[in-house]
């Protein structure tokens, strides 16, 4: 009698915890994100700050700046569409969705400043991202690399 291998329930386990992952990266709602970009897949260019908003809060001279990021969204575009992401659920070739797994794991975002804000002021949020992992996937962010955001609101 054969006895399997441990490192067999270790594979068959590892694969569908990463299946959970990508299900949960391309189904995700976003991280508070009160804007919703259209999805434009027709120029192959995905900006990522499309999907960027800054909400300032605090009183005026002593305000704070929380980025929020639409997900969702981005990775909507990123893969070419709501179809796209409907086949790409049925994909059994791990490969190809551990590539999206790369890209949106290595997107980061900085903000200039985020405390002692007053109204008018100016703030920059930077992208940035593993480049070899976005052109191993296919996936084209564009030129843009940071974009200035004016304060207001504070009290």
């Known amino acids: 009698m054969l006895i399997p291998h441990r490192n067999i329930y270790a594979s068959f386990f590892t694969a569908l915890a990463f299946v959970a992952v990508i299900a949960l990266i391309l189904f995700t709602t976003g991280c508070g994100a009160t804007k919703q970009q259209q999805i434009d897949t027709e120029d192959g260019i995905t900006n990522i700050l499309d999907y960027v908003t800054v909400d300032f809060s605090g009183n005026d001279g002593e305000g704070t700046a929380y980025v929020n990021v639409d997900y969702n969204g981005l990775e909507t575009e990123m893969v070419g569409g709501k179809e796209k992401i409907k086949e790409l659920d049925e994909i059994s070739d791990l490969s190809v969705l551990s590539k999206y797994i790369n890209v949106v794991s290595s997107i980061s975002f900085d903000i ?7 109204n008018g002021d100016q703030v920059i949020v930077s992208v940035s991202y593993d480049s070899s992992a976005a052109g191993a996937a296919g996936v084209n962010f564009g030129e843009q690399k940071s974009r200035t ?6 009290k």
Not at 112 to 118: F, I, P, V, W
Not at 149 to 154: E, I, P, R, T
């Open 112 to 118: 200039d400043k985020n405390a002692g804000l007053k």
């Open 149 to 154: 955001y004016v304060v207001k609101g504070l």
